[in-house]
């Protein structure tokens, strides 16, 4: 069934400008994001592609502008960022609050089921990545924020990333910004770039 509510504004931004060490990074980037929209930013290394989602994030400060999220927001980082030391079920429940039986759900619906008591080690790359895909869907954002998910992963795996997170995005209908070097990937994943 269509969601038939009109599209609310989930994050804005109004930066002016952003400097780090003397040097400025960021400066003039306005940005609105829809609920249920997704938005690439595309370009090389050192442009400030991370800085920007890490304002958004509320990582940053020290900017000139304005920033307004409504809801929950959640990160997804270049690296999995999982707890070595925990399972993958809390890996999901313990940053996001979710219930033991919304993380088993979770990892059912990334291709990890009966696997909630293994550790991250155990894990290929790829795997880890979908766990950290599912922790971020199982936050229940308004906002997430994607930085370079798909990174060091082979052709075949990264299709297989991108239409697992078309599936959770639709389904959860979240805004999402997405960084990345790939065009390829900004243009299947993004209503706009």
């Not at 109004?14 to 003397?22: N, P, T």
């Not at 990582?59 to 070595?84: C, K, N, T």
Request: glycine content about 8%; proline content about 5%; charged content about 20%.
């Amino acid at each position: 069934m269509l969601d038939a509510r009109p599209p609310t504004t989930v994050a804005r931004l109004e930066l002016a400008s952003f400097s780090r060490g003397g040097s400025l990074i960021l400066r003039n980037i306005q940005l609105d994001l829809l609920r249920g929209q997704t938005l690439a930013l595309v370009g090389p290394s050192g442009i400030g592609k991370t800085t920007l989602l890490r304002i958004l994030a509320g990582l940053e400060d020290g900017y000139s502008g304005q920033v307004s999220v409504e809801g929950r927001v959640a990160v997804v980082f270049q690296e999995p960022a999982l707890l070595p030391w925990r399972s993958l079920r809390d890996n999901i429940c313990l940053p996001t609050g979710a219930t033991r039986d919304a993380a088993e759900a979770m990892l059912a619906e990334i291709g990890l089921a009966g696997r909630s008591g293994d550790f991250p080690g155990q894990l290929s790359l790829g795997q880890q990545r979908r766990v950290a895909l599912a922790r971020a869907f199982a936050a229940a954002p308004d906002l997430l924020l994607l930085d370079e998910p798909f990174v060091s992963l082979d052709a075949a795996l990264v299709q297989d990333m991108m239409d697992l997170f078309l599936k959770l995005r639709d389904r959860h209908r979240v805004a999402t910004l997405f960084v990345t070097h790939a065009e390829a990937e900004a243009r299947y994943l993004s209503d706009r770039i």
